[in-house]
């Protein structure tokens, strides 16, 4: 059995993510063995890095080239430039993905561009699908400014949308305006009465108190899609408000593993890739850097010191 390099988990060591030599993937029969070009780093893999047990090997998102198809005939051709999502081991230069995770780059779409869709683009995707047709409704996006929240400000507007962008900071009004929000909400927690409810979709990642006040702004009929907790996972809210003024509304938890066994990857990246070939979705790539610098930028997510995503290149193909 071959050896490739690979990010690995060394709780004991000076940083906590190294490359070290490991053994070559063994595909699965419905499974494409895709040399990595590039990475991108999200705050779920790089979190439960933190607890993982030495040897670990973290990573969803990547994008490359199909060095030995599928087995079974069900991945495209040897060379296809792809984008792909595993469960963990994508920070590796060889990488075996399932076909239902794979799909094809337009050449209009680079592996930088590629690599930041798979967590942060499906993830947005699928939240704003639980608000049904979108055409001049309102949404509001909490935690706006980081990678999902910044699909999800394009894809709302894309699908006509009007869209309000929760964010703490005023300095970071530009950033959610260039992605598409006609509004800005600038405060630490959401307030209750921010001047635009009642919203017919939130799409939620902070919890706590902006999360109350969510379920407090929510339309009659509307739903609040919560995908994270980064402010808290306590919440205390009036219920009465939410089922009083806000009748038929719904609460709805989403985790993207289980998303994707209703739809599988490739069908939303597909949709996801025509639009940035297209230049109607923009990622939002802050930090690029080599796979070497790998613990810098672990930290640097975690620290939370940059906007949007982090992107790793690997050596070209």
């Known amino acids: 059995m071959g050896k490739v390099r690979a990010v690995v988990v060394e709780p004991n060591a000076s940083e906590r993510w190294v490359l070290r030599d490991v053994d070559a993937p063994i595909p699965a029969p419905n499974e494409a063995l895709v040399r990595v070009v590039a990475v991108s780093l999200n705050r779920g893999e790089v979190r439960r890095s933190l607890t993982a047990q030495a040897g670990w090997q973290p990573g969803w998102d990547l994008a490359g080239v199909i060095e030995t198809p599928a087995a079974d005939g069900s991945s495209p051709p040897s060379g296809t ?6 469960s963990s081991g994508a920070w590796s230069e060889l990488v075996a993905v399932p076909t239902h995770a794979i799909a094809p780059l337009p050449d209009q779409v680079s592996f930088a ?29 909490t935690g706006a400014t980081g990678g999902v929240g910044n699909f999800a ?28 929000a006609q509004f800005t909400v600038v405060a630490e927690d959401l307030p209750l009465d921010s001047g635009y409810a009642p919203y017919d979709l939130v799409v939620e990642s902070v919890g706590g108190k902006t999360l109350s006040a969510a379920l407090g702004s929510i339309a009659s009929d509307g739903t609040v899609v919560l995908f994270g907790t980064s402010g808290g996972n306590e919440v205390t809210f ?8 806000s009748s038929g509304a719904s609460l709805y938890g989403l985790i993207l593993f289980h ?7 490739s069908v939303g990246l597909q949709r996801l890739l025509r639009l940035v070939a297209a230049e109607q979705l923009k990622p939002h ?17 975690l620290d939370r010191r940059f906007l949007g995503k982090a992107v790793l290149h690997l050596a070209e193909p």
């Open 259 to 265: 998303e994707l066994k209703r739809e599988s990857a």
């Open 81 to 86: 430039r792809v984008v792909g999502f595993v």
């Open 153 to 180: 400000i394009q894809l709302a507007r894309l699908s006509g949308a009007t869209v309000v962008a929760h964010i703490r900071k005023s300095d970071q009004q530009a950033l959610v305006k260039e992605a598409g």
């Open 285 to 301: 790539i802050s930090v690029e850097a080599p796979w070497t610098q790998i613990a810098d930028l672990a930290q640097q997510l």
């Open 238 to 245: 009036n219920a009465q408000r939410f089922y009083g003024l």
């Open 113 to 141: 561009q590629a690599s930041t869709l798979p967590v942060a683009g499906l993830t947005a995707y699928h939240a704003l699908k639980q608000g049904g047709l979108l055409l001049g409704k309102s949404v509001l996006i």
